[in-house]
């Protein structure tokens, strides 16, 4: 069993809608928490970071960690075309250095 | 001008033979990775240099080699490419140090198919 688990999908969508992205874990020492994007022929670039429990939002974006779960989502809304790309996950603690464990990512469509 | 580029971009090669990856960083960053990402299966660790002097092997090392030539330059080589070894490879930097904004930065990618 991988330690990070994300829905690979393709999950598509109306412009405007709502979308939730989700990751499960299983190593409790995570601590702290990041999704990146990935656009079509380009390196991830960070797009949020949460340390512990709790929510993040930053514009449009909302990251929200539940460690009892060991469950992560990303929220997005009024989607718009040009966040059609994969997201990933990823996450770390003190113990692992600058090592991220990665999600597989979940490639997100929103239609016009 | 981009903070990490890696080179070639794309690249077809034949069973056997011997490959080379390069990254270059104007971050100043110390610390440098290689990964590499297949369909399905996120990124995965392949080598990491946290200083010139300072080369560790990642999840998926067997097959791999690589170089820290400077502090802003790191080379991914395949010694004898199989095609089992055709995928995406990113090179990524972050600072020393655990922060409390961790983040590492990713290169454009190098687009390998080994036939």
């Known amino acids: 069993q991988k330690e990070v688990e994300q829905d690979p999908g393709p999950l598509s969508v109306p412009e405007g809608a709502i979308v939730s992205l989700n990751c499960t874990y299983s190593?409790?020492?995570?601590?702290?928490f990041m999704w990146y994007r990935q656009y079509s022929r380009k390196g991830p670039e960070l797009l949020m970071y949460?340390?512990?429990?709790g929510n993040k939002e930053d514009g449009r974006f909302t990251a929200q960690v539940d460690k009892s779960s060991k469950y992560i989502s990303l929220f997005i809304r009024d989607s718009q075309p040009s966040d059609s790309a994969t997201y990933l996950c990823?996450?770390?603690?003190?113990?692992?250095?600058?090592?991220?464990?990665f999600g597989g990512g979940t490639r997100l469509m929103v239609k016009p | 001008d981009a903070d990490v580029t890696q080179t070639p971009r794309n690249r077809i090669t034949k069973t056997g033979k011997r490959i080379m990856l390069e990254c270059s960083q104007t971050?100043?960053?110390?610390?440098m990775y290689w990964y590499r990402q297949d369909p399905g299966l996120g990124l995965r660790l392949i080598y990491y240099?946290?200083?010139?002097?300072?080369?560790n092997k990642g999840e998926i090392s067997d097959g791999y080699s690589v170089s820290r030539q400077a502090q802003a330059k790191f080379s991914l080589s395949l010694e004898s490419a199989i095609p089992n070894q055709t995928a995406l490879y990113f090179c990524?930097?972050?600072?020393?140090?655990?922060?409390?904004?961790?983040?590492?930065?990713f290169g454009p990618g190098t687009r390998l198919l080994v036939l």
């Open positions: 990524a930097t972050s600072e020393a140090g655990f922060s409390s904004q961790e983040t590492q930065y």
């Open positions: 190593n409790s020492a995570f601590q702290y």
């Open positions: 949460t340390y512990s429990s």
């Open positions: 990823a996450m770390t603690h003190v113990g692992a250095g600058n090592m991220l464990t």
């Open positions: 971050k100043g960053h110390d610390r």
């Open positions: 240099s946290f200083d010139v002097k300072d080369i």
